[in-house]
C-alpha cells in the first residue's frame, strides 16, 4: 500500500455558525446567518431553488468567497480567517463541468493542488495513477490526455480525482454532475457512493435536483431564499415528514414511491416459493402443481436459477413438454435491490411476485405485492413516528435550553451553571 492510501485522511467536522454573505450594492444578504454542524465521514446535500444561496454558502467553506460575517470550523479549527492556500489541503473542490484547466494534461489537472502544497515530483507522479484508479480511469490511457479529449463523464471523474488528489478530509461537490446525460448521471452517482464507502470523506453536496439529493445525502439541508435553512434532516424524515409547505413542494409528488428507493429487498420478507427443478420427474412436478392449488410454481433451471413460471393446465396445453410449457422469467432482483427495483419487476411482468436470487443467480426466494404493499406501509409508519419523536425530542431540548439560560441569567445560580 502507498503511504498515501494507509495515512488517507477521513473526513472532519465542518462547524458553519452564523455564516453570511453580502455582495456590494445588494441591501439583502445572499445568505443570511446559517448555523449547521456536519458530523465527519457524513454526506450533507444542500437542495433548494436556483438563486437560493446554495454555491455561496458552499464557497464560503473553502473561502473561494470571503464571509460577510461568521466562523467556520473544520475539525474544530476555526478556518475563518487561515491562508486559503493552505485550506485547499483540508477541502477538496469538484464543480459542474469539472472546472479542468483545458491547457493542462488530465495528469497536470490532477497533481494541482499536490503540486501547489509542495509534494515531491515522484510522489505527485504515483498519487495521480492512483486517484485515475480510483475513478475508473485506466492512468495509461487517460493520464496525457487533453480535458477536451475526454467524454463529458470522463471530465467530471477526472474533477473528482483532482479534488481528492490532496487526501482532504472535506469534499466541497456544486453540481457535479449537472452537465452529463442521465445515464451517465447516474453511474456517477454510484460511483460516488462506491468511493465514499473506502475514503468516508465529509461531503457537501449542492444539487438542485431532490432524487439526487435522496440518492447520495446521508443528510439533506432543504434551503429556501438567503440560504434559510428550512429543513435539515434524514431523507426519510423529510419524504415522510415534511416541515411545511415549502419543503413538500421541493420534494414533489410521489414522496411515498422515492421511499421505496431507500429500502433493500432484504430488509423485507422473502417468502418461500415452490419450487421444481428441470431434472425432476415429469410426475413430481405434476403433483407439485396439484398441491400448488391454483398458484403458480417455479421451475428453476440445472444452476437453481429462476427459468420459468408454470401454472396448472401449462404442462398440459404444451403437451407434457418443459420446453415450452410456462412462461419464462423475465426480471429477477437481489436482496441489494432496492423495493423499488422490485416493485418495477411486479409491474412488468403482471403477475404480482418476482423472484429474488443470491449468488451466481440461484433462486432465494419470493417477494410479492401484498408484501411490498405492507411493507411500504409499514415503513412509512415508523418514518412519521420517528420524525415525530425526533421533533419532539428537539423541542424538549430548546425548551431545557431556554430554561437554563433564563435561570443562568437570572443570577449565575447552580442551575444555570450545571446545564
Ligand atoms: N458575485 C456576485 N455578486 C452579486 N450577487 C451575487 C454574486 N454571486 C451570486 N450572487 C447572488 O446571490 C444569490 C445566491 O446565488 P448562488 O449562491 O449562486 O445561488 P445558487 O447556487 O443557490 O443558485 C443570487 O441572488 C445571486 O444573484
Ligand atoms: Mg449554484
Request: charged share 30%.
Amino acid at each position: 500500500m502507498p503511504e498515501s492510501t494507509s495515512a488517507a485522511a477521513t473526513g472532519a467536522t465542518i462547524e458553519l455558525e452564523n455564516l453570511t454573505k453580502r455582495y456590494p450594492g445588494n441591501p439583502q444578504p445572499a445568505v443570511d446567518g446559517v448555523s449547521m454542524e456536519i458530523g465527519a465521514g457524513e454526506t450533507v446535500v444542500f437542495v433548494g431553488p436556483s438563486g437560493c444561496g446554495k454555491s455561496t454558502t458552499l464557497k464560503m467553506i473553502n473561502r473561494l468567497i470571503e464571509p460577510t460575517g461568521g466562523r467556520i470550523r473544520i475539525g474544530g479549527e476555526d478556518v475563518t480567517d487561515i491562508d486559503p492556500v493552505r485550506l485547499r489541503r483540508k477541502v477538496g473542490y469538484a464543480i459542474q463541468s469539472s472546472g479542468l484547466f483545458p491547457h493542462m494534461t488530465v495528469a497536470q489537472n490532477i497533481g494541482l493542488v499536490p503540486k501547489m502544497v509542495g509534494w515531491p515530483k515522484p510522489r505527485i507522479r504515483s498519487r495521480v495513477e492512483e486517484m485515475l484508479d480510483l475513478v475508473g480511469l485506466d492512468p495509461g490511457e487517460f493520464r496525457d490526455r487533453y480535458p477536451r479529449q475526454l467524454s463529458g463523464g470522463q471530465q467530471q471523474r477526472v474533477g473528482v480525482a483532482r479534488a481528492l488528489a490532496a487526501d482532504p478530509p472535506v469534499l466541497l461537490m456544486d453540481e457535479p454532475f449537472g452537465a452529463v446525460d442521465p445515464i451517465t448521471r447516474d453511474h456517477l452517482q454510484d460511483e460516488l457512493i462506491r468511493l465514499q464507502h473506502e475514503l468516508h470523506k465529509t461531503i457537501v453536496f449542492v444539487t438542485h435536483d431532490f432524487d439526487e439529493a435522496i440518492k447520495l445525502g446521508d443528510r439533506i439541508a432543504v434551503l429556501r431564499e438567503r440560504s434559510h435553512i428550512a429543513q435539515f434532516d434524514t431523507p426519510e424524515a423529510i419524504l415522510t415528514n415534511p416541515a411545511d409547505d415549502f419543503v413538500s413542494g421541493f420534494v414533489g409528488a410521489g414522496a411515498a414511491l422515492k421511499r421505496l428507493n431507500l429500502t433493500r429487498v432484504g430488509d423485507v420478507e422473502i417468502t418461500d416459493w415452490p419450487t421444481v427443478t428441470v431434472d425432476d420427474p415429469l410426475q413430481h412436478i405434476i403433483d407439485r402443481l396439484r398441491a400448488a392449488g391454483g398458484n403458480e410454481i417455479l421451475l428453476l433451471d440445472r444452476r437453481g436459477r429462476p427459468y420459468k413460471w408454470l401454472r396448472r393446465g401449462d404442462l398440459m396445453r404444451a403437451k407434457g413438454s418443459l420446453a415450452r410449457a410456462g412462461t419464462l422469467v423475465h426480471d429477477t432482483v437481489t436482496r441489494d435491490g432496492t423495493l423499488r427495483d422490485a416493485l418495477e419487476a411486479v409491474l412488468t411482468d403482471n403477475a404480482g411476485r418476482v423472484a429474488v436470487t443470491g449468488r451466481h443467480g440461484r433462486y432465494e426466494g419470493v417477494v410479492d405485492m401484498e408484501t411490498l404493499m405492507n411493507s411500504v406501509h409499514e415503513l412509512l409508519e415508523a418514518d412519521r413516528l420517528d420524525a415525530l419523536e425526533h421533533r419532539h425530542d428537539l423541542e424538549e431540548a430548546r425548551a431545557d435550553r431556554t430554561q437554563s439560560e433564563q435561570e443562568g441569567s437570572g443570577g449565575f445560580g447552580e442551575e444555570g451553571t450545571k446545564a
